[in-house]
């Protein structure tokens, strides 16, 4: 964090060429305040962009999509055009759903070290973690996934539509990391997503100067982008 607060990309944000509308969606045992200054950096560069009402990012998944569902409709309808969805680690995957669920709704994802192709491709600690988050559920703390989230019925749709077909004309970017050390990186390879590198932690893409960078990109106008001829000199594009 301290690198970005003297990035002069953070204290001096680019103007956007067109303004966005952008919903942030955190990660897992994460809340809103998780995205705090990538959210208020694209603010200062001329986006509008809405939190996702999480205090920590714990519920069964379904129940999770469908309230995001509802919290981007309404966003939606107040800025008169539909959004862009930038998710981190778990919150990325519900960004591809929320696509392949609402087209109408979303323009675009950016997902930042999301296990989109396989969720539960994690380190042993987050299988502990998660173990723990779903006793308390199964336990019947409200709020909270069960472990019938993993193997019951109730997350069966989110299921499909995380490995659905993927809109065709819905911008689809995946960052992810070889050094991530919290998700194998191969799992954020999604087949749909224009995959880019970066040198980060897994908790440090939220705060990371190039990581902001291709979230910007990802969000200027098409015509612009093919403007470009040489992407951000940190990322690399793989095939």
Same mark, same amino acid.
């Given at each position: 964090m301290r690198a970005l607060l003297r990035d002069d990309r953070f204290r001096d944000p680019p103007e956007a060429p067109e303004s966005r509308a952008v919903m942030l969606i955190p990660g897992f045992l994460t809340g809103d305040q998780s995205l705090g200054l990538l959210g208020s950096w694209l603010k200062r560069s001329g986006h509008r962009t809405r &939190? =996702? %009402?999480? &205090?920590?990012? #714990?519920?069964?998944?379904? =129940? =999770? #999509?469908r309230r995001l569902e509802r919290c981007l409709e309404r966003f939606c309808q107040e800025q008169g055009e539909s959004a862009f969805v930038v998710g981190q680690s778990r919150g990325g995957t519900f960004a591809r759903v929320l696509a392949v669920r609402r087209p109408d709704l979303v323009r675009g994802i950016v997902t930042l070290g999301s296990p989109t192709v396989d969720p539960l491709a994690v380190h042993p600690l987050v299988w502990v973690q998660g173990a723990a988050v779903a006793t308390l559920g199964s336990l019947g #703390?409200? %709020?909270? =996934?069960?472990h019938a989230c993993v193997t019951g019925s109730c997350c069966g749709q989110f299921v499909d539509d995380l490995r659905g077909e993927f809109p065709a004309k819905t911008r689809f970017v995946a960052v992810y990391s070889r050094s991530d050390g919290i998700v194998d990186w191969r799992a954020c390879l999604d087949p749909a997503a224009r995959h880019v590198e970066v040198d980060s932690t897994h908790c440090g893409m939220s705060v990371h100067g190039e990581v902001f960078d291709v979230v910007a990109r990802a969000l200027r106008p098409r015509l612009a982008l093919k403007r470009e001829s040489v992407p951000p000199a940190a990322a690399r594009k793989v095939a």
């Open positions: &939190r =996702a %009402g999480m &205090r920590f990012n #714990v519920d069964c998944s379904e =129940a =999770a #999509v #703390v409200p %709020g909270i =996934a069960s």
